[in-house]
């Protein structure tokens, strides 16, 4: 009797043990296991045999997978053993839907290949159906290449965010205006009008942050520039600029204004912890100082810069001095992909190469700045850029193993000079899965090389674009 009233206890104890087992067990969205997280974190926490538990778009938990298994279940469990898991890549400036003017025109300066070609295609072709084919053809180049925020400047700006975030894509999207009628809109007023109720539209949403996107110091006056910063102080928007791209920008600006580019929109009250300046190739050490002061992000885009002999930015002394500084493509029509690992693999090199020391802009510092410093660039570091409990669920699971990555030592070593874009395996935006093992989940590839290739008769036939072969 004893005996069967202490197996009885027994029992019962040992079934509210699996009970209350069970019970601490929550039950989430998603779960990554098994793989070297790289998680960009404070302490720069690489995680061997890591994984990350996703919940209503958000990462809940981060650390080995014992841990993250003996808390959590989930209905659906990617499998990254002998993979790796990173932040989402961070493309800081884009032309999305440029993407169709790919090869329009290369091998010519930044004045020629704008004013007798892209313009001239622009003016032609750009409507809002253009924007949304284009935008499309981006979103999944960038997606198949681990990209799962950029940030944007174009026209019919609000059809892009459409199709951002019908793909699923994260994405700061600036409307253009510019002092000359353009697509879109014929007056700066009318463009700043559509802006105003683009945000309004858009504020607020989990993956579009609208934006205003000034086209630049020299096509803007600055009473527009200044109504654009008005337009933003009361609603909060990001402003996208380019600044200080060609030394003969800076020298014009000083010629017109008596001021550089930097120090002109300073004068004019202009910069401040809301802006997104992209290129910023020519800044003097006193302007970089400036710049940090007011929180002034920075987009570096070395292969457009190379492409267009723009010049070099001076990206060490930038990290050197801790400035928010991430790395962007720039349209393809300048660059001609948008692909950010061929950005990362550039920013480490070009710098030693300039600077006749290959010990600036290291492997850890390139990645870095597609990830979490690109972040900061894009004011968003408190959301997303590292692998953290809290952030929103932007991921990406990446091969260790191909023959380009083989055999393997350094994670940074590997992810910056070995690892190419079709090395992405699967891509996770605001905990959705987006690309599951290269395919795309939420775009057409071949509907949207269809519809590609459709405006490339129409864009041959409206400027005369030379093909070869014909
Ligand atoms: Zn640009």
């Not at 580019?261 to 300046?277: E, M, S, T």
């Not at 010990?359 to 968003?380: Q, S, Y």
């Not at 690892?419 to 939420?442: A, F, H, P, Y």
Request: proline letters at 4%; a negative charge.
């Amino acid at each position: 009797m004893k005996a069967s009233i202490a197996l009885v206890a027994f029992l019962l104890l040992s079934l509210s043990t699996t009970v209350v087992a069970q019970r601490r067990k929550a039950t989430v969205d998603l779960i990554i296991r098994g793989g070297t997280v790289v998680t960009m974190d404070g302490s720069r926490r690489v995680i061997d045999k890591g994984g990350v538990a996703i919940h209503n778009g958000r990462i809940l938990a981060v650390g080995k997978i014992a841990d993250i298994d003996r808390n959590y279940a989930a209905p659906e469990v990617i499998n990254a053993g002998g993979k790796v898991v990173i932040p989402g890549l961070i493309n800081g400036h884009t032309h999305v839907p440029m993407t169709l003017f790919r090869g329009i025109a290369d091998d010519l300066d930044l004045q020629e290949w704008l004013t007798k070609y892209i313009f001239p295609a622009e003016a032609k072709n750009v409507t809002e159906d253009f924007v949304r084919v284009g935008a499309r053809l981006g979103l999944a180049e960038m997606i198949r290449s681990g990209t799962t925020t950029y940030c944007d400047m174009y026209y019919f700006e609000d059809a892009i965010a459409d199709e951002t975030s019908k793909a699923g894509m994260r994405g700061v999207l600036g409307e253009t205006v510019i002092d000359f009628p353009v697509a879109d809109n014929k007056t700066y007023d009318e463009g700043l009008a559509y802006t105003e109720r683009f945000i309004n539209k858009w504020r607020g949403n989990a993956l579009i942050v609208p934006a205003i996107a000034p086209h630049a110091p020299y096509t803007v006056s600055e009473e527009h520039l200044k109504a654009a910063r008005a337009l933003s102080d009361k609603t909060g928007a990001p402003i996208v600029i380019h600044i200080s791209e060609t030394k003969r920008e800076v020298d014009d600006s000083i010629k017109a204004k008596g001021a550089s580019p930097v120090d002109y929109l300073n004068r004019i009250g202009f910069l401040n912890d809301r802006v997104i300046a992209a290129h910023m190739v020519w800044p003097t050490t006193d302007e970089l100082g400036l710049l940090k002061k007011l929180g002034v992000g920075i987009v570096h885009n070395p292969q457009s810069n190379m492409k267009l002999a723009s010049g070099v930015a001076p990206v060490p002394e930038m990290l050197k001095e801790n400035l928010p500084v991430g790395l962007g493509t720039d349209g393809a029509a300048s660059n001609n992909d948008l692909n950010l690992w061929e950005e990362i693999d550039t920013t480490a090199k070009l710098h030693k190469l300039i600077s006749k020391d290959p010990k600036v802009v290291t492997a850890e510092e390139a990645f870095e700045m597609a990830t979490i410093r690109g972040a900061r660039a894009l004011h968003l570091e408190k959301e997303i850029g590292s692998i953290e409990k809290g952030k929103r669920a932007d991921l990406v699971v990446v091969d260790l193993d191909d023959l380009n990555q083989t055999p393997f030592y350094n994670i940074y070593s590997d992810l910056v000079y070995a690892t190419k874009s079709d090395d992405v395996r699967t891509v996770i935006i605001e905990g959705r899965v987006v690309m599951r093992d290269r395919r795309l989940l939420t775009l057409n590839e071949q509907t949207i090389k269809a519809d590609a290739h459709r405006y490339r008769e129409q864009i041959i036939k409206s400027i005369g674009v030379k093909t070869v072969p014909e």
